[in-house]
């Protein structure tokens, strides 16, 4: 059974850092690009970031270049973003999904969600 | 960026209706489009994807449709748990997007 859980967010001062994690499990994580979607509280969906399945390369939103930045363990099977310099607009449910192939780009399985909250 | 835009916004039937959802691209995105369902309180669900593959456990009733810039899902007979949030998102381009979303509301 495929299983995605965030973790790391909460309450953080504009221009803080947060780092998020997603542990995965249930299938061969190495293979598959990851991906970070948020969505901000009573909003829509955004994605945020991918990396790649076969580390040919990691995409960002334009809303979060150089701000954030993905990473992943494979040894670990754990997916991570790093946030800096963070603002009120990022304040979201950040998720982490799974492709549903190598590098399809579509998301068939998402964690639960971690909440960050961007306030002074 | 392609920008998807959903209607409508908000879609107000009857359990055993037929509802009809639009995403329209700003410019083609072939046929790589999917569709998602969120229920309050839920993650999303894929449901469709390449336009008109169901993903796996999407009930037959639901289909979809299109290609270049306009597209349809379909559901053929609402059922009571179909009542949701349902968005479209393109992956033919960096970024990738959503649409903003069609809420499908019991009448």
């Known amino acids: 059974e495929v299983q995605l859980v965030e973790s790391g967010g909460g309450l953080v001062q504009p221009g803080g850092s947060l780092r998020l994690s997603c542990a995965a499990s249930?299938?061969?994580?190495?293979?598959?690009?990851m991906h970070w979607v948020r969505q901000a509280p009573g909003k829509g969906l955004e994605w945020v970031s991918t990396?790649?399945?076969?580390?040919?390369?990691?995409y960002y939103a334009d809303s979060v270049k150089g701000r954030f930045t993905i990473s992943r363990d494979n040894s670990k099977n754990t997916l991570y973003l790093q946030m800096n310099s963070l603002r009120a607009e990022d304040t979201a449910l950040y998720y982490c999904?799974?492709?549903?192939?190598?590098?399809?780009?579509?998301?068939?399985?998402w964690g639960q969600g971690t909440l960050v909250t961007v306030s002074s | 960026e392609i920008v998807l835009t959903q209607s409508p916004a908000t879609l107000s039937l009857s359990p055993g209706e037929r509802a009809t959802l639009s995403c329209r691209a700003s410019?083609?995105?072939?046929?790589?489009l999917a569709w998602y369902q969120q229920k309050p309180g839920q993650v999303p669900r894929l449901l469709m994807y390449?336009?008109?593959k169901r993903a796996t456990g999407t009930p037959g009733r639901f289909s979809g449709s299109g290609s270049g810039t306009d597209f349809t899902l379909t559901i053929s007979s609402l059922e009571p748990e179909d009542f949701a949030l349902y968005y479209c998102?393109?992956?033919?381009?960096?970024?990738?997007?959503f649409g903003g979303g069609t809420k499908v509301e019991i009448k």
């Open positions: 999904a799974k492709d549903l192939s190598g590098g399809d780009h579509y998301f068939d399985y």
């Open positions: 998102q393109q992956r033919t381009n960096w970024p990738l997007t």
């Open positions: 410019q083609s995105v072939s046929i790589y």
């Open positions: 249930g299938f061969t994580f190495s293979i598959y690009a």
């Open positions: 390449d336009a008109s």
């Open positions: 990396f790649s399945g076969s580390g040919a390369g990691t």
